[in-house]
């Protein structure tokens, strides 16, 4: 046997250290790299949820514009809580990407904002703590957004809704 031959135990432990020290530094220069601001509010990414859970209870409110009716199955989000508490209310709601319409509300609403990859046709949204937004074409979006319902039939919406700005009433019944 030699004299410069290595244990294998300890061949084995250095290496053990060496990669730990490399994740160690690794994962504080990743870190070092973030800025303050993005740990104040984190977001969730809720990728291609589909059709959000409802409330529990399967409470409803109804959304009414022009001749047309339409019952919303709401979220069960504090926010969705808060909307419904100041019913019955009508936004003009204004026109935005040919796939929305929104407004802005008197005051603020409760946020727990979701990036849901994909965007539903009948998705009522919260955007922000005060920007209430109706969805009436499905598409991809990596915006952030706090539920507050959907549409349960949302066939005629974009119809409805029409190309312009839209009078929207929100009641309970």
Known sequence: MSSNTTDPTQNRSAKRGCLLGLGVLLGLTILG???ASQFEAPVIVAQDAGRASATSEGARMWMTVGERRFAITL???AAARAFVARLPLTLDMAELNGNEKHADMPQALPTHAERPGTIQNGDLMLYGSSTVVIFYKTFRSSYSYTRLGL???PNGLSEALGP???RVT???N
């Open 75 to 77: 979220a069960d989000t």
């Open 164 to 166: 312009r700005s839209s």
């Open 33 to 35: 790299g973030c800025k």
């Open 170 to 172: 929100f009641t309970e």
């Open 151 to 153: 549409v349960d039939d």
